[in-house]
């Protein structure tokens, strides 16, 4: 969970994704490039909490490995050594 909200670009959201683990954010930051929205992770309305709680939720009811791959393939834009992990 990054709850910044001001985020340049997000080298903790991205190295998340990297390691198939799936980021939850703030929407309108620099999250968004990292974070598809309910496909490698959850975009949070700012100061909505209940909305992060909706994002863990969302996490937690998707398949892991399915989540996963979608995770280290979003990572695949940022980096060719994360190709080698798949």
Excluded: M, R
């Excluded at 709850?3 to 980021?23: H, I, L, R």
């Excluded at 490039?33 to 009811?61: R, T």
């Amino acid at each position: 969970i990054v709850p910044s909200k001001q985020e340049a670009f997000g080298q903790v959201a991205s190295e998340s994704s990297a390691c198939g683990t799936p980021v939850i954010g703030l929407k309108y930051s620099g999250l968004n490039d990292i974070i598809d929205h309910k496909v490698n992770g959850y975009l949070c309305e700012k100061e909505n909490v209940n909305d992060f709680i909706k994002g863990i939720e969302w996490i937690q009811n998707q398949d892991k490995q399915f989540l996963e791959n979608k995770c280290l393939e979003s990572a695949l834009k940022f980096t060719g050594c994360v190709q080698y992990a798949l």
